[in-house]
């Protein structure tokens, strides 16, 4: 069973407006979480990364949040725009002792945003 | 900095040849991601390595599956011999101690026949 899931798996919101991703996971003992902006044909691009002691963290009009309580993490978007359709992925990942740790991937949440 | 650097773009072989992808990681990072993404599995970390030392390899599939780091600046992952079910985009990432940001090449995109 994965340890990260994503929901919506897709959505599509009119240009402007704000849209909310999440991310739910059982990944344990938790090290970090990471939110990656994937376009069509591209690589990921880290949008942010909280450790257990941030709770939200902002790039831009990305804003992504941590409950580490109740493992969970949301990814808002604020006034959409086309720029933002893309597909949007949640890494969590485990303490181990080197940095990078055990990653677990959401399947990703893809966006639409339309005129 | 160009960025990490993949090649060959786009790859079609046949089942059963060889196939080398390659990666030139951003100057002065100590570390390098092998990924494969598809549609039914998503992104999959298969092997990382950390100056030049293979550090996890628990995601390489099978044994058809390799990769060397022979320098700080190129690696290489193998498939031989390849088969349908390795068609899948595969993604090199480098990254440097410390920041904790992974930059992603543009892929290269594998279709087994």
């Known amino acids: 069973k994965n340890q990260v899931e994503q929901s919506p798996q897709s959505l ?6 704000n849209c909310t991703l999440q991310c739910n996971y059982t990944v344990s003992p938790f090290s970090n979480l990471r939110w990656y902006k994937q ?7 880290s949008l942010t990364i909280m450790t257990f002691s ?8 990305y804003t992504a949040t941590l409950d580490a309580d109740t493992k969970q993490s949301s990814l808002h978007i604020t006034a959409s725009q086309l ?12 303490v181990a002792t080197d940095s990078w740790g055990k990653l677990q991937f959401g399947a990703g949440t893809q966006v639409v945003v339309t005129p | 900095d160009a960025g990490v650097i993949q090649s060959p773009r786009h790859e079609v072989t046949e089942m059963g040849q060889e196939v080398t ?3 030139k990681p951003i100057s002065g990072h100590d570390y390098l991601f092998w990924y494969r993404q598809t549609m039914m599995r998503g992104l999959e970390l298969l092997i990382y390595f950390n100056n030049n030392v293979p550090i996890d390899d628990s995601g390489m599939p099978e044994d058809r599956f390799s990769a ?8 290489t992952l193998k498939i031989q011999p390849s088969e349908p079910r390795d068609s899948a985009v595969y993604f090199c990432a480098s990254s440097l101690r410390g920041r904790n940001i992974q930059y992603f090449g543009a892929g290269t995109r594998l279709s087994v026949l």
């Open chain 1, 12 to 17: 599509i919101i009119l240009e402007g407006k």
């Open chain 1, 39 to 45: 376009d069509t044909g591209r690589g990921p691009v």
């Open chain 1, 54 to 61: 941030e709770n939200t963290k902002s790039n831009g009009r």
């Open chain 1, 83 to 94: 720029s933002d359709s893309a597909s949007y992925i949640c890494v969590v990942s485990a």
């Open chain 2, 21 to 23: 992808l390659r990666c």
């Open chain 2, 68 to 75: 060397k780091m022979p320098n700080a600046s190129f690696s």
